[in-house]
């Protein structure tokens, strides 16, 4: 399912040129230890190569709240279209956007 969010621009590794990149409204979460990293899942729209952006890396579990952990696992919609359209989280990530 796709999120009604920002729609961002990047260098395409499977198009080789720089595309339209949809917010897939999906998280993928990643643990070692007590640390975690969580990225936002976005596609081309061409093609549906993957871009993870960073919302968390190497951060301590302890540091997130069990209920944002929960929504992050639960792909939450709400969640995934707030980072969505967080021009901050966009520009940390080195997204193009209009």
Known sequence: MQSDTIKVYHRCGGCGKKQVFINTGKF?????????????IYRCKKCKHSWNLAIYERKKLAKITPEEYRLFMENDSELADKYGNDIAFL???????K
């Open 91 to 97: 520009k940390r990530n080195s997204a193009e956007f």
């Open 28 to 40: 993928r979460v990643n643990a070692n230890g007590d640390r975690i990293d969580v990225w936002l």
